[in-house]
């Protein structure tokens, strides 16, 4: 572990869960914002507010990066999910307050890999823990509000502009799109499959590459690649799947 000069930066490496000494009591409005990179993913990657230094009595880790899903996390949006490029640095500001609220002590850092030699790496840098704006005290946050064009002075968590059932409320709590009622899948938050090994034991694991588009909405794959994207959704029979595809060398297997 090592801290910038300024003491804005940390860079963990291996496997180390760290804690700070941060009272703040959590509304519904407590956001964590801050910027994280990686060069090697872990198995978990996260961060949170914590009221004691037990990690697995009560859920309060963020998590946004890593090949495994920690049961004890709550996950980020897809779109939000570190996907890379490897070292590059990514934004975040995520509505603590929309999981949990109470007097908190601690703020958590995860980088978790339990493996022999662990060599998984984390960089945070400019954390901040504040109550957001709420000028209209509708419990939606003006930076929401203004990200996605509802008007912050108007009470108006409780409408649905695209009418899928979800109020704004909702909406921002479940961060997803207020005004798109079928929108495309985000596929940011995917997981890397590799290694892969087929039924054969022929295939090369580790070849290929993965490049994300359109904020998340187009993927491309070369080389020999499988990648899992999580999502949440109850198949009926009337479950229809749609998408576009375009291929420029045909192979064995494309599903």
Known sequence: MSVSADGKEIQVTGNRWLQWLLPHTVTP?????????????????????????????????????GTQYWENAFRVGTSDWYAGPSGTWKNYRI????????????????????ITNPNASASFKNIRVYNAPDSDLDLIPDWWEAEWGTNPLVKDATLDPD?????????????????????????????????????????????????????????TLTGNRWVRVPFDYNVTPNTVMEFEFQAHNKERYMP
């Open 29 to 65: 409005l407590t956001v964590v914002e801050f910027s994280y990179k990686s060069n090697v993913q872990g198995e978990v990657h996260g961060i949170g507010l914590d009221e004691d230094t037990q990690l697995n009595n009560n859920k309060r880790l963020f998590q946004f990066h």
């Open 95 to 114: 509505g603590v307050g929309k999981s949990y609220t109470g007097a908190m002590r601690y703020l958590v850092i995860g980088n978790d890999h339990d």
């Open 163 to 219: 009418d899928d059932g979800l109020t704004n409320l909702q909406e921002y709590q479940n961060n997803t799109d207020p005004l798109d009622p079928e929108g495309p899948l985000l596929m940011g938050g995917y997981l890397d499959l590799r290694p892969y090994v087929s039924h054969m034991g022929q295939d090369v694991p580790t070849a290929g590459t993965v490049v994300l588009q359109n904020k998340g909405e187009t993927m």
